[in-house]
């Protein structure tokens, strides 16, 4: 009557079926097309787009004693001369409001913006942007610079078309599907018309906005 095989051998042949099965798993993985996952590696190249880029443009603000979210709140600010509720201006830049205080409170402090009470109602807010914050638009115009370079291979044609889809994208991660793309304030839907600073803005503040809206929805 042969033995019962030891608790040493029996934990043994359990580990050796567990990377049998792990082994056939990395088998069928490795000969799986890469067709079958298009939009996931689409959302990998916005990945590591939105990482370069917000690497790049952190560099440019810490070497102005800022953050990147500091200087896209001052660029939202500044083409909304009249100011922004702090509702609206988290939605224009894709930024929880619970984030975006901390943010707020220091460019407060540095006296590079001002909380304005809302005529009529004093529970609302409205940002606005005062003269010291010009103080970083030479780390606006290096970002601009940097973000212009970055986009330089690809025509104006190219540009909106790149932009539109990613408008329709973020619609779509917010739940807004028949949305049709619109151009941010004070910028014409005429290529002609508009300038490649602003058609840079809108594309960079879009991939931004897309890649925050897919991880917003992951963490929820």
């Known amino acids: 009557m042969s033995k019962p095989p030891s608790k040493t051998n029996r934990k043994r042949r359990r580990s050796n079926r567990r990377g049998a099965r792990m082994v056939s798993g990395v088998k069928n993985a490795a000969s799986m097309p890469n067709q079958q996952l298009p939009s996931y590696h689409l ?38 001369p009249d100011g922004l509720k702090s509702k609206d201006l988290s939605a224009a ?10 943010t707020l409170d220091t460019l407060q402090d540095r006296g590079y913006i001002a909380r304005v009470r809302v005529a009529g109602d004093g529970r609302q807010q ?37 932009s539109d889809a990613l408008c329709q994208v973020e619609n779509n991660l917010l739940g807004k599907p028949n949305s049709k793309p619109s151009p941010p304030a ?26 925050d809206a897919v991880r917003r929805l992951r963490d929820e």
Do not use: W, Y
């Open 126 to 162: 409205r940002i606005v942007l005062l003269t010291k914050a010009e103080e970083l638009i030479e780390a606006l115009a290096e970002a601009e610079r940097t973000l212009s370079q970055t986009f330089s291979a690809c025509s104006s044609q190219n540009l909106g078309g790149l």
């Open 186 to 211: 004070n910028q014409s839907r005429d290529p002609q018309q508009s300038s490649t600073r602003d058609r840079v803005i809108s594309l960079s503040s879009r991939v931004l906005s897309a890649v």
């Open 93 to 102: 830049l894709a930024i929880r409001p619970g984030s975006l205080t901390g």
């Open 43 to 80: 959302f990998t190249t916005l990945d590591r787009v939105n990482k370069l880029m917000t690497r790049k443009i952190g560099e440019i603000a810490r070497a102005h004693n800022a953050t990147s979210t500091q200087l896209m709140v001052v660029a939202t600010l500044a083409r909304h």
